[in-house]
């Protein structure tokens, strides 16, 4: 899933959103803070 999610952000940072690229990798960010938090 991460390799096809930087594809993913590498093309929309190439294209006229580099936002949603940004937006996308902060919310793929949250998602791993709240998968690697001790439960």
């Known amino acids: 899933i ?3 999610l930087g594809r993913i952000e ?3 940072a190439a294209g006229p ?3 949603l690229a940004e937006r996308l990798k902060a919310a793929r960010d949250h998602h791993l803070s709240l998968a690697n ?3």
């Open 2 to 4: 991460a390799a096809s």
């Open 17 to 19: 959103e580099p936002e």
């Open 10 to 12: 590498a093309a929309l």
């Open 37 to 39: 938090a001790p439960r």
